[in-house]
């Protein structure tokens, strides 16, 4: 049974500049605390911080967490008229070690959900100094692996939804409702398994729909259909230089399937695989107290 998570109110909220952008941020908690601070990437790219909000619930223990919305969404700067030259991986992890200094945060916990467990393994890989642990949530270490995966699942759907789904491929007519009703199944299954879904995901996707730019960019259509500029991009063979103690959090019915993650957990020594049995995509919604006990104890263990 869902039971809706009480998100806490932020302590503060604000737009760091980023030359001649503003990435917004929200702050739950105080910055002051004794407990390191979680600053949590969202998904996407391109889809808004709201649908991870459950994740400040950990403020409650005195930890401050620290959301924000990647440029291109959400109340971030927006920028429609950009090509696929300016959407890049390095883009994104300079504007986060710019909110960073922004926010005065030193050490820190790295929780990073589906694209954004992508670019903080990016992140890791680097070996900042200052990363006190590392959380990718239903993330795939490659999208060769991704893409293998969500075309099995895609193979399970019922055989009307999957003639839908290759027709309006085919035709190149991705926008039109059947398409859109035929994608809905799939999300149903492996992106979200509450449904309706909760109002902060709803939030989320109002916004990706009002502008997709980088979504569209650099994913494509939808989770299953990727032909954006990340379509190549995969960190597996990096994954050996990840020094940060490292949790992996996935969902039985996730899209980020158990093959995609397997390298993560091959490659990074010390990782730490949690699989929630009654969750697909976003464990944080469909099994809000487990994920944020085992995340919280997790973080706990590698304050010092």
């Known amino acids: 049974m869902y039971a809706a998570p009480m998100i ?8 760091a500049p980023f030359g001649p ?13 004794d407990l390191l601070p979680l600053i949590v990437m969202h998904g996407g790219p391109g889809v808004a911080h709201n649908y991870t909000l459950a994740i400040a619930e950990l403020a409650r223990t005195g930890r401050p967490v620290i959301h924000y919305d990647q440029v291109g969404c959400g109340l971030s700067t927006h920028l429609p008229e950009r090509g696929p030259d300016f959407w890049t991986v390095d883009l994104f992890l300079d504007e986060f070690e710019n909110l960073r200094g922004h926010l ?48 099995r699942l895609r193979a399970d759907l019922p055989p009307e939804v999957r003639d839908a789904l290759d027709h ?19 999300y149903d299954r492996h992106v979200c398994r509450v449904v309706p879904n909760p109002p902060e995901l709803v939030a989320s996707m109002e916004q990706l729909n009002a502008d997709p730019t ?5 994913n494509g259509p939808n989770e299953f259909f990727c032909i954006g500029t990340l379509r190549t991009w995969s960190v597996v063979d990096r994954l050996d230089a990840v020094r940060a103690p490292t949790l992996l959090c996935s969902g039985r019915y996730d899209e980020a399937t158990p093959a995609t993650v397997q390298p993560f957990a091959d490659r990074i020594a ?29 973080l706990a263990e590698h304050d010092g």
């Open 21 to 33: 952008l503003e990435t917004w941020y929200r702050v739950t908690g105080d910055l002051d605390s």
């Open 104 to 151: 005065g945060i030193d050490r820190y916990h790295l929780l990073g959900q589906s694209w954004g467990g992508m670019l903080a393994a990016e992140h890791a890989v680097r070996q900042p100094r200052e990363l006190a642990s590392l959380v990718i949530s239903n993330s795939p270490a490659s999208m060769e692996l991704w893409v293998a995966e969500a075309h």
């Open 168 to 186: 309006h491929e085919a035709a190149g007519t991705t926008d039109h409702p059947d398409y859109l009703a035929a994608t809905q199944v799939f």
């Open 214 to 218: 980088v979504y569209q960019t650099m």
């Open 270 to 298: 010390g990782a730490r695989w949690e699989v929630f049995e009654e969750s697909s995509h976003m464990p944080f919604v469909e099994e809000a107290e487990r994920y944020l006990r085992v995340v919280g104890d997790f």
């Open 8 to 15: 806490p109110e932020p302590d503060q909220t604000g737009h």
